[in-house]
């Protein structure tokens, strides 16, 4: 169990998202870097879809009720245990009674914090994840506060031998990290200025030259108007050739539209079921993170990729998530 000293700004339970629900109206929802939050709960021995918290710019202060196997994944909000610092993208052990804490947002702004046993919260419509507007799902539906106490589940045999292995070199120490972490090639490098892969959307067609060719070759700034459900944009504006009355259609995690000012928004997590503002462009999954990790004031490219592509690159990445997980089985079986 764990108990919250402080908040921070924006601490959330998240899982992977509640799907099958939107044709009632009711959102995905669910983490915004899934790749951060999968590749940490398989460093603790959890299945991929078990709950994390998701925090945000200023990261909790948190304190460990009981001994516990963690792993911190996504943006480097330095993190450090008893004051001393941890690093990301490893299994670690922590002791009973130790405090976590976050310092300065150094790059990116989203980490996620797994524990062995993932956390015990109810499960509605199939997820755990908190969908904040709506007060359901997560802890009580809500961000956490201070003096909240979450309980964890219980640990597979995989994290207890992870956990093991790690005592061994506990000594009068803390906590202890695995000697090992996350291969390079398997974490996105986040920048103050990524370049995001993307597609052409259904309506690309309908704007106009300039504002096509403005869109792939001039940047985007992320506006301090951002939140789960979508980041605005600020740069050039983007307009259609001919005002078009469009009927509402379905929209995704990463989905691109351009309301009536000419300022596109990428749709998110929290975003709606349905959208009625035409869509330049749709963003490839594979570079979700590197949006979802961008902060206000942070400057967006848009680079344009066939849809071929992207599924490559997607098949990819999930080849050498599978890979990572099977090496983590056979290194502790």
């Given at each position: 169990?764990?108990?919250?000293?402080?908040?921070?700004?924006?601490?959330?339970?998240?899982?992977?998202?509640?799907?099958?629900?939107?044709?009632?109206?009711?959102i995905v929802s669910g983490v915004m870097d899934p790749l951060a939050h999968r590749i940490s709960n398989l460093l603790v021995g959890n299945e991929e879809n078990e709950p994390t918290l998701e925090l945000t710019l200023l990261g909790p202060m948190i304190e460990f009720k009981e001994n516990a196997l963690i792993s911190i994944c996504g943006g480097d909000l330095s993190p450090s245990v008893n004051g001393?610092?941890?690093?990301?993208?490893?299994?670690?052990?922590?002791?009973?009674?130790?405090l976590l804490q976050f310092g300065p947002c150094k790059i990116g702004c989203r980490a996620y914090l797994a524990v062995a046993g993932g956390f015990n919260v109810p499960t509605i419509m199939n997820s755990s994840s908190t969908y904040l507007r709506a007060e359901i799902g997560g802890f009580n539906g809500r961000a956490l506060k201070a003096g909240d106490q979450l309980k964890f589940g219980s640990p597979s045999n995989l994290s207890t031998r992870i956990i093991k292995h790690l005592v061994k070199g506990l000594g009068n120490q803390q906590f202890v990290e695995m000697e090992w972490s996350v291969a390079t090639d398997l974490i996105p490098i986040h920048r103050n200025n990524p370049a995001i892969r993307v597609?052409?959307?259904?309506?690309?067609?309908?704007?106009?030259?300039?504002?096509?060719?403005?869109?792939?070759?001039?940047?985007?700034?992320?506006?301090?108007?951002s939140d789960r459900m979508g980041y605005r944009l600020k740069g050039p504006k983007l307009k259609l050739e001919n005002a078009e009355e469009m009927i509402s259609e379905a929209v995704n995690f990463g989905t691109i539209q351009v309301p009536s000012d000419g300022d596109p928004i990428v749709l998110l997590a929290d975003r709606q079921t349905t959208g009625g503002y035409p869509k330049i462009?749709?963003?490839?999954?594979?570079?979700?993170?590197?949006?979802?990790?961008?902060?206000?004031?942070?400057?967006?490219?848009?680079?344009?990729?066939?849809?071929?592509?992207?599924?490559?690159l997607l098949l990819e990445r999930e080849r050498k998530i599978q890979q990572f997980k099977q090496g983590i089985i056979l290194k502790f079986r």
């Open positions: 169990m764990i108990t919250v000293i402080k908040p921070g700004l924006l601490t959330s339970v998240q899982d992977l998202g509640r799907f099958g629900f939107q044709k009632y109206g009711v001393k610092p941890v690093r990301l993208w490893r299994s670690v052990f922590v002791k009973k009674g130790s597609m052409r959307g259904k309506q690309f067609h309908l704007f106009t030259k300039e504002s096509q060719f403005n869109f792939f070759h001039k940047p985007f700034e992320v506006t301090t108007q462009a749709q963003i490839a999954s594979v570079d979700l993170p590197l949006m979802a990790q961008a902060k206000p004031g942070d400057s967006i490219n848009f680079t344009e990729i066939s849809h071929d592509e992207a599924q490559h």
